[in-house]
């Protein structure tokens, strides 16, 4: 299992961002969840927003929901974080995960995924 962020960079407040993930050794499928976590300087890491690979089911951080939105392409193995309205507190590495969990489970527990990427930087900065 591999799973390759990209999309990252600088944008002023208020700007948008799109982070894609692409996942290869595995199928998404309705038994995966793929989540966004994010890990500022000196903070722990935070669950961001997660999607499940089967029926698209998503829940969101209260200090995202309404800016922020989760998709996946299952044709593509591809999961996004649309990102709008940002702010500087969102300044973070930004990081895709996923693990096999039952039907209709969600979670932003960093300890329950079992595959991470390396992550990418977005930061928010005018």
């Known amino acids: 299992v591999q799973l390759v962020e990209s999309g990252g960079g600088l944008v002023q407040p208020g700007g948008s961002l799109r982070l894609s993930c692409a996942a290869s050794?595995?199928?998404?499928?309705?038994?995966?969840?793929i989540a966004w976590f994010r890990q500022a300087p000196g903070k722990e890491r935070e669950g961001v927003s997660c999607?499940?690979?089967?029926?698209?089911?998503?829940y969101y951080a209260d200090s995202v929901q309404g800016r922020f939105t989760i998709s996946r392409d299952n044709g593509k193995n591809m999961v996004y974080l649309q990102m709008s309205n940002l702010k500087p507190e969102d300044t973070a590495v930004y990081y895709c995960?996923?693990?096999?969990?039952?039907?209709?489970?969600?979670?932003?527990?960093?300890?329950?995924?079992?595959?991470w990427g390396q992550g990418t930087q977005v930061t928010v900065s005018s």
């Open positions: 995960a996923t693990g096999q969990f039952p039907d209709d489970y969600l979670t932003l527990t960093d300890y329950e995924y079992d595959y």
């Open positions: 050794g595995f199928t998404l499928n309705s038994y995966y969840v």
């Open positions: 999607i499940r690979g089967g029926d698209g089911g998503s």
